[in-house]
C-alpha cells in the first residue's frame, strides 16, 4: 500500500490555498541573531500585562462560570455594546450592537466576507499594493481581483472611475472594493478626505460594497484625523473591520466587523459552521479593558512607542541607505515603511543576502495580485527594540549598496541610470 495522492483528494479550492509569505517569514526570522522587519508584529512592551492580570483575577474570581463556558456566535453582548459606542466616540460611526459581530482576528471577518460575497463570476477591486492575509482570504474563493493602483494619497479613484465606466459596458459581477484607507498595510499612506468622498459617491453610483479594513487608524504619530469611509456613507455600503491586534494585544484574537444588519446575520450564520464562536474568556477580558476606561491611556502609550521607533527608523534610512537606489515615503502613523527600489533590484533575489546579514523584510511581490512589485520592500518599525532598529538599517543598507553596484550601475553608464517608480 502506498501513501494516497493527497493532491488529488484535496478539493480544487484547497490546492488554491497559498501560504502566508509573512506566516513563513516569521519561523525564519525566529533566529535570534535575526533582526526582523518582517512581520508587522507589536512591540511586547506594548502589552499591557498587569491590568491583563487585574482584570484575569477579577473575572476568574466573579464570574468563572460565564467567561469559560461557550457564548453566542454573535459575540458577548456587552462586549459588542462597548464597541458600538466607541464606533460612534471615536469614528463617528453610526450603529448599534446589532451591526457588529465578534470575530477571530479581522483576519477571520475578511474569510467570512468572502464565503459570502464571492462567487465564480464574482469580481472584486483591491488596491495594488495590499494586504497580502486579504489577498489569501480572498482567492480561497476564486474572485476576479482588479488591482487599482495607490500613490501617496491612497487609492488612486480617478482610475478606479475608469474602471468602473467600462465594467458597465462588460456587466461585470462587481461584489466590493477592499481598502486599508488609514496607513495602509504594506504602504503606510493614508486616503485624503477629498478621495474617501468620492470613493463613497461611486460606490454608490456603482452599486458596489466598499470593505474598509482599519486595524491602524488608532496609531497616528503626525498629522489631523481623516473621517472613516463607514462615517461618510449614509447608504450602508460601507462594511468596517476594527481589531484589538495592534492597540491591545494580538494574543486575545478579538476584532469586529461592522456593517449592515443583513451582512452582520448572514456572517453570523457562516461562522456557525467555522468555530461556533469567538472564545468568550477574551471577549470578556477586552470588554472589561474598555468599560475600566484603560484603553486611551494605553494608546497614548504605544503611539509614544511606535512614533519613537518610527522616528528612529527614518533616521536611520536617511542617514545610512544608499539614496540612488532606494525610495522611502514617511507615513503619518500605522507600523510600516514601503520602500521601492531601482527597478533592476529583485528584493526576493536579495532577500537571500538580507538573511545571511541577519536582517528581515517582506519581499514587495507578496503584497499585489499579479505578482508585479518585485523592487518593493515592506519594514515593520514596530517590533524590534531601538538599537536593533538601527543595526538593522545599517545592515539592509549595505545590501541595498551592493545590489545597487551590481545591478544598476554595472548594467548602465554613467548617467543613464533609470529612476525609480512607484508609491
Ligand atoms: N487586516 C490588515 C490590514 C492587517 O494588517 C492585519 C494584520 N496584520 C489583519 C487584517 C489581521 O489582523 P487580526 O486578524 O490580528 O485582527
Ligand atoms: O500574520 C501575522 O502574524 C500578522 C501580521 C500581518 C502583517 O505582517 O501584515
Given at each position: 500500500m502506498s501513501a494516497p495522492h493527497f493532491e488529488s483528494l484535496f478539493s480544487t479550492r484547497a490546492n488554491r490555498m497559498k501560504v502566508s509569505v509573512i506566516r513563513e517569514l516569521l519561523k525564519l526570522t525566529q533566529k535570534p541573531e535575526v533582526i526582523s522587519f518582517a512581520g508587522g508584529l507589536p512591540n511586547p512592551?506594548?502589552?499591557?500585562v498587569e491590568k491583563i492580570q487585574e482584570i484575569v483575577n477579577d473575572l476568574l474570581r466573579d464570574q468563572p462560570q460565564t467567561i469559560l463556558q461557550y457564548g453566542s456566535t454573535e459575540g458577548v453582548p456587552d462586549l459588542r455594546e462597548e464597541i458600538a459606542k466607541r464606533l460612534k466616540s471615536r469614528w463617528d460611526i453610526d450603529g448599534d450592537a446589532e451591526n457588529i459581530l465578534i470575530t477571530v482576528g479581522s483576519q477571520q471577518g475578511l474569510d467570512l466576507l468572502g464565503r459570502l460575497f464571492i462567487g465564480s463570476t464574482s469580481t472584486i477591486i483591491m488596491e495594488a499594493p495590499t494586504y497580502l492575509g486579504a489577498l489569501n482570504a480572498f482567492n480561497v474563493y476564486d474572485p476576479n481581483i482588479v488591482s487599482i493602483p495607490l500613490d501617496d494619497k491612497g487609492l488612486m479613484v480617478d482610475r478606479l472611475e475608469e474602471y468602473l465606466g467600462t465594467m458597465q459596458k462588460h456587466s461585470i459581477n462587481l461584489k466590493f472594493l477592499y481598502t486599508?484607507?488609514?496607513?495602509?498595510?504594506?504602504?503606510g499612506v493614508c486616503m485624503s478626505y477629498s478621495r474617501r468622498k468620492k470613493l463613497i459617491d461611486l460606490s454608490h453610483e456603482y452599486d458596489f460594497m466598499v470593505v474598509e479594513d482599519d486595524?491602524?487608524?488608532?496609531?497616528?504619530?503626525?498629522?489631523e484625523k481623516v473621517p472613516t469611509l463607514a462615517s461618510l456613507d449614509?447608504?450602508?455600503?460601507v462594511i468596517y473591520l476594527g481589531t484589538f491586534?495592534?492597540?491591545?494585544?494580538?494574543?486575545?484574537?478579538i476584532a469586529w466587523t461592522y456593517g449592515p444588519k443583513p451582512v452582520i446575520d448572514k456572517m453570523v450564520v457562516a461562522k456557525q459552521a467555522v468555530?461556533?464562536?469567538?472564545?468568550p474568556f477574551t471577549q470578556h477580558v477586552a470588554k472589561e479593558y474598555l468599560r475600566r476606561g484603560y484603553i486611551d491611556e494605553h494608546l497614548k502609550h504605544i503611539i509614544d512607542l511606535y512614533g519613537r521607533k518610527q522616528r528612529i527608523m527614518r533616521d536611520a534610512m536617511n542617514e545610512y541607505m544608499p539614496k540612488e537606489y532606494i525610495k522611502w515615503p514617511v507615513p503619518e502613523g500605522g507600523m510600516f515603511l514601503w520602500a521601492t527600489l531601482h527597478e533592476n533590484i529583485n528584493t526576493t533575489e536579495m532577500f537571500h543576502d538580507a538573511i545571511a546579514e541577519n536582517v528581515a523584510y517582506v519581499i514587495g511581490?507578496?503584497?499585489?495580485a499579479d505578482g508585479s512589485g518585485s523592487n518593493c520592500m515592506r519594514l515593520n518599525f514596530?517590533?524590534?527594540d531601538d538599537d536593533k532598529i538601527l543595526e538593522g538599517v545599517k545592515r539592509l543598507s549595505g545590501v541595498v549598496e551592493r545590489w545597487g553596484r551590481e545591478k544598476v550601475d554595472a548594467a548602465s553608464g554613467p548617467g543613464e541610470k533609470e529612476v525609480i517608480t512607484g508609491v
Open positions: 512592551l506594548a502589552f499591557p486599508v484607507p488609514t496607513f495602509h498595510n504594506p504602504a486595524p491602524y487608524g488608532e496609531l497616528r504619530y503626525e498629522g449614509d447608504e450602508e455600503r491586534s495592534k492597540t491591545l494585544v494580538p494574543g486575545f484574537r468555530d461556533l464562536c469567538t472564545p511581490s507578496a503584497f499585489f514596530t517590533h524590534a
